[in-house]
């Protein structure tokens, strides 16, 4: 039985599920993805059962802050919806555990590749086909009347398009070149290990190909970040009076660059291709802002996504379409926990990174080095979108906090070199 939940088949399946969940919804409908999600989960339960996982498996802060999720909706104006959406958010939390638990995080990183190869691959494709036909794509069993947003379009063909931004199977620009820098993640890792493969050269001209045609202002800051937590993990392991200059020079340069971006907002924006609000996100933190002045200790119940059925959550529209996040986790934590629960999630994010940030300072292991690179990258998204709160964000943000408590994060087949 272990062998057949944890055979890589059956566990890259519900990877790409939890990577892609917005291709099955686009594809199956709701209600089709819903029973792929349960199927996920069912895995996941039998999984925890068979493997006889502990409570104990996590780590206090995370339990604390699923635990104040757990009761937030006793006092929710939409109760019955935040009592089913948070059911929802702990079977996501159970098949995070469960690949957690199943297998080394190597190994797991492996097949979180083959995932992501697989998604993004057919991403491209699927784009190139989509533009191949001439108009744009919506989902499935969407009535689109004459004149329908463009914003709606699951790809809007414009992969031959010089500054157009394609959207993937995923149907979002941001989420796939997200996944983009995971996988580059993973990728430069590989790279600097010997041997080298061909497959390894195709993987990072693949995930450049997809960062290039997204064109993501929010990746590319998160890659930036991440290339400087590397750079400090690095310099940690050298002499200790190397250390102290370089790391100087490094953080005054990062505290320069975020002066500068504030002063010289408007062009600092334009040089990321984005509006001075950020694509529209000002108006919706304006609006979150003032629901979260309502009730600031407890928020109003957890939910994750705003459900479009509940008209507590239209709260904002972009061109008559309403939006269905704050686009920043702190934002929508604090709306829907209260700022005891955005600080407990803060807890939790403090904690895994500085864990996380003290097994690459001292060991040049593979696992550690994408860990921590993981974890960089879904704590910068979190100022502009809030993923994190559903799917593979929250997912991993259990895996990697389950990871960072071991004493090791197995042997790696391979390791990269200490420079």
């Not at 003032?290 to 959550?313: A, H, K, Y």
């Not at 920043?328 to 403090?350: K, P």
Request: glycine share 8%; with cysteine; proline share 4%.
């Amino acid at each position: 039985m272990r062998r057949i939940l944890a055979s890589e088949t059956l566990t890259v399946a519900v990877l790409v599920v939890l990577f892609a969940g917005d291709f099955f919804r686009n594809l199956l409908t709701v209600p089709g993805w819903v029973l792929l999600a349960l199927a996920c989960s069912a895995w996941a339960i039998a999984a925890l059962i068979m493997e006889r996982v502990s409570w104990r498996t996590l780590p206090v802060t995370l339990l604390l802050t699923f635990g104040w999720i757990a009761v937030s909706p006793l006092w929710s104006p939409y109760a019955l919806t935040s009592a089913a959406l948070t059911l929802g958010f702990f079977f996501t939390v159970c098949i995070g555990v469960a690949l957690a638990t199943l297998m080394p995080f190597d190994q797991l990183i492996d097949r979180v590749a083959t995932a992501l190869r697989l998604i993004l691959g057919a991403s491209l494709i699927f784009e190139i086909a989509v533009a191949a036909s001439g108009s744009p794509l919506y989902p499935v069993g969407m009535s689109v009347p004459a004149g329908a947003s463009i914003e709606l379009a699951w790809s809007r063909g414009l992969f031959f398009t010089a500054d157009g931004r394609i959207q993937g199977l995923v149907g979002n620009a941001n989420l796939l070149a997200m996944l983009a820098l995971l996988f580059l993640v993973i990728v430069l890792v590989r790279l600097a290990q010997r041997p080298r493969t061909v497959l390894t050269g195709i993987d990072a001209i693949l995930a450049l190909a997809i960062l290039y045609k997204t064109g993501s202002a929010t990746v590319f800051l998160a890659g930036i970040a991440v290339v400087g937590v590397w750079s400090l993990a690095w310099l940690a392991r050298r002499p200790q009076r190397v250390t102290r200059v370089a790391s100087g020079v490094l953080l005054a340069s990062a505290v320069g660059a975020i002066v500068f971006a504030l002063t010289q907002w408007g062009s600092v924006a334009a040089a990321l291709g984005k509006s001075p609000d950020l694509t529209n996100r000002f108006g919706i933190w304006e609006a979150v802002l003032e629901r979260i002045t309502v009730s600031p200790l407890t928020g109003f119940g957890f939910v994750s996504w705003w459900p479009t059925w509940e008209g507590w959550f239209g709260l904002h529209a972009i061109r008559g379409i309403r939006v269905q996040q704050a686009h920043n986790a702190w934002l929508d934590l604090a709306m829907q926990v209260g700022f005891v629960g955005a600080a407990l999630f803060g807890a939790v994010l403090l904690l895994t990174g500085w864990m996380l940030w003290r097994k690459t300072s001292r060991t040049s292991q593979s696992a550690a080095v994408i860990a921590v690179g993981f974890m960089t990258a879904m704590t910068v998204q979190t100022f502009t979108e809030s993923r994190i709160l559903s799917e593979w964000g929250i997912a991993f943000l259990v895996i990697l906090a389950i990871t960072s408590r071991r004493g090791s994060l197995a042997p790696s087949r391979v390791k990269v070199p200490t420079p």
